[in-house]
């Protein structure tokens, strides 16, 4: 399996305009996360899904967040507007019953907002 | 969800063992320890977890005393890509739950 998979690596785009992550977990996983990263606020977990369903959205920072998982094999992460503060690495994990017990990453979006 | 602390930062050389304590005072019955290693530029990755007494696997040990109010992660003979951030986590062990880091350390190896 090539590992959960995300585009782009590299986004940078001007305050206002809007931001679109994506990702692919590992085929029969049934658990998809997003995560954020900052220097200042470490990782922080922004909204999680079971079988394709949002369980978990307490992290998203604000309503100019929003994620979608359309069906098992794709989920987007949409920012919009998009702010300077939002400028982070944004990374995509699954999670599936086989041990060991441990959410596979993928690389990685590195957002910078201008 | 069980608060842990560990050091900011820790310098080692190649070949040493390198060990990394994790205080969490507060554990419940149902928790797991995890620790998760990361690169720079890359995702964090899953190296070990235990639930009490002693846990091997090829890349690291995993020591828990009888209280589970702290653990050790052991890297035994470390080498220059040994250098990156370690994660200790508690939970209720399954990847099914959204992961909480904290800082972690950054073990610094050199030759």
């Known amino acids: 399996d090539a590992g959960v998979i995300q585009s782009p690596r590299h986004e940078v785009t001007e305050m206002g305009q809007e931001v679109t992550l994506r990702c692919k977990p590992i085929s029969g996983h049934d658990y998809l996360f997003w995560y954020r990263q900052t220097m200042m606020r470490g990782l922080e977990l922004l909204i999680y899904?079971?079988?394709?369903?949002?369980?978990?959205d307490s992290g998203m920072p604000e309503d100019r967040f929003s994620a979608k998982m359309p069906n098992a094999s794709f989920s987007t992460l949409k920012i919009q507007p998009s702010e300077p503060r939002d400028s982070a690495v944004y990374f995509c994990?699954?999670?599936?019953?086989?041990?060991?017990?441990?959410?596979?990453f993928g690389p990685g979006t590195r957002l910078t907002v201008l | 969800l069980a608060k842990t602390t560990q050091p900011i930062s820790m310098d080692s050389y190649e070949g040493q063992e390198v060990n990394i304590t994790c205080s969490h005072n507060?554990?419940?019955?149902?928790?797991?320890i995890t620790w998760y290693q990361q690169f720079p530029s890359q995702g964090p990755r899953f190296i070990i977890q235990?639930?009490?007494t002693k846990v091997t696997n090829e890349v690291a040990s995993l020591f828990i005393p009888a209280d589970r109010k702290s653990s050790t992660l052991s890297l035994p003979r470390v080498s220059l890509s040994d250098t990156a951030v370690y994660y200790c986590?508690?939970?209720?062990?399954?990847?099914?739950?959204?992961?909480?880091f904290g800082k972690g350390t950054h073990l610094i190896i050199q030759p």
């Open positions: 986590l508690v939970g209720t062990g399954g990847g099914a739950d959204g992961l909480t």
């Open positions: 507060n554990i419940a019955t149902n928790d797991y």
């Open positions: 235990g639930y009490k």
């Open positions: 994990a699954s999670y599936g019953t086989s041990a060991p017990p441990a959410q596979y």
């Open positions: 899904f079971n079988n394709n369903v949002p369980i978990d």
